[in-house]
């Protein structure tokens, strides 16, 4: 389990912690459980997810599991530059959905002084990283990855197997169009479909 970092008041200088994983292996709960945590401790916290997110809300951040937290919809990265003035802790969920530019964002964030804790999907359903993730957990001072339970297996999850025969990168969906897959069901599944 991550340990909040205490602050160095005397650097003054924030940091960037990335949550990664595959569908269902609770990136957002975390993500979730560690805003909670610092508004619970009165510190100004703002959160944002991309607008094209709209599952289970059209502006709240909510888990599989049905928890929830208030956030703002955004389309351009460069809008949470605006919207966090003043924040100290600032939430990010499916970063995999910005573009390349929320890596910027983050970092001149946490140059201010803030705790920028972004999460998302490190890879696609092909198995590739996926958008600016790969460069966010490269600057990131902290990484939690973390991982679901293979449905075939009983093993740790890593890949987001896509059940339907959709090509287009961005898929919303959950259980009806994804499954947690370990590295061995993943391949056996991939074969299959190929050898169909």
């Known amino acids: 389990m991550f340990l ?9 200088l924030g940091w960037i912690e990335v949550i990664s994983g595959s569908m269902f292996s609770g990136k957002t709960e975390e993500l979730i459980r560690r ?3 610092a508004k619970f401790a009165h510190q100004k916290v703002e959160i944002f997810k991309p607008k ?16 929830e937290i208030h956030s703002t919809a955004v389309t351009d990265p460069k809008e949470i530059l605006e919207l ?6 600032v939430g990010i969920d499916e970063a995999q959905f910005f573009s390349e530019e929320i890596v910027s964002v983050c970092d001149e964030l946490a140059n201010r ?10 890879m696609d359903f092909k198995g590739k990283p996926f958008g600016p993730m790969p460069n966010l957990m490269a ?7 973390v991982h679901a339970i293979c449905t075939r297996t009983g093993n740790l999850a890593h ?7 959709d090509d287009k990168l961005v898929l919303l969906g959950e259980t009806q169009e994804y499954e947690p897959l370990s590295r061995a069901a993943y391949i056996k ?8």
């Open 4 to 12: 909040e970092i205490p602050v160095n008041h005397k650097e003054n």
């Open 159 to 165: 890949y987001s197997y896509r059940l339907t025969n």
């Open 52 to 67: 094209i997110d709209t599952r289970y809300h059209d502006s709240n951040i909510v888990s599989h599991d049905k928890n």
């Open 139 to 145: 600057i990131a001072e902290y990484v939690t990855k």
């Open 189 to 196: 599944a991939m074969s299959e479909r190929k050898n169909k």
């Open 113 to 122: 002084g803030v705790r920028v804790i972004v999460a998302g999907l490190d």
């Open 84 to 89: 966090a003035k003043d924040m100290q802790v």
């Open 35 to 37: 805003l909670k945590r």
